[in-house]
């Protein structure tokens, strides 16, 4: 095991032997999502000249909730919650020598393309081995996508010292009801795993319902809802 790999290794453990992990799950239907790209993608990228991606929709809608849920960007430190009033949001991304998770810095801050440009340096850095510790600390949530890799279903392990994580997974065809009509939806399975001795069961439901009502009404992003 290389450094970085006993690291991860030691922070993983950590992770399972001091919070109390407690998994929720939600579906969400990207049909408005998918719409949103496929008729504005090309009018996004000539203006920003970045690609609209999927991950900035979920950090935009992750961060509209953490305002929202304020104990999910909670920390315990010692006897006491400490709540921030910043969103810092790291995102997992593979890395020649492993899965590496560099921060978006004050989220609350930036829009959309200022996202992706964001994502876009971070893995460029990760893929040339230029990712530095400072890329690497002090966030308050993370987002990881097992989606890419065609996971359906997880049950992510938070990133300490924070209280929560969301995991994205693939997007799939599946069959839905839509009033009293059975169709065929492009569904994505989500699953949020929080630390229970800060977060409770409501706020977390909470907070990945409201997630999902964001990409599934993706112009709550733009409203601020």
């Not at 893995?123 to 400072?134: C, Q």
Request: glycine letters at 8%; aromatic letters at 6%.
């Amino acid at each position: 095991m290389n450094r970085m790999r006993i690291r991860i290794a030691d922070r993983l453990k950590e992770a399972q032997n001091t919070n109390a992990m407690l998994t929720t799950f939600n579906e969400i239907d990207m049909s408005a999502y998918i719409a949103l790209r496929k008729e504005f993608g090309e009018a996004f990228a000539k203006k920003h000249d970045i690609k609209l991606g999927f991950m900035s929709g979920f950090v935009k809608a992750s961060t509209l909730a953490l305002k929202e849920q304020p104990v999910v960007n909670a920390v315990i430190e010692g006897g006491d919650m400490v709540y921030r009033d910043f969103v810092d949001i790291s995102v997992a991304v593979s890395a020649p020598k492993g899965l590496i998770v560099p921060v978006l810095r004050n989220c609350q801050e930036m829009d959309m393309h200022h996202v992706e440009k964001e994502l876009a340096a971070l893995s460029g850095k990760a893929r040339d081995g230029k990712i530095t510790l400072e890329d690497m600390s002090g966030g308050t949530f993370t987002i990881s996508n097992g989606g890419v890799f065609g996971s359906m279903m997880g049950t992510p392990i938070i990133n300490p010292p924070q209280s929560a994580i969301l995991g994205m997974h693939a997007t799939k065809n599946r069959p839905v009801c839509v009033g009293n009509k059975i169709e065929a939806r492009p569904i994505m399975y989500v699953a949020l795993t929080y630390d229970h001795r800060i977060i409770d069961g409501r706020e977390a439901v909470i907070f990945l319902k409201q997630i999902k009502e964001t990409i599934e009404d993706p112009r709550r992003i733009l409203l601020d809802l």
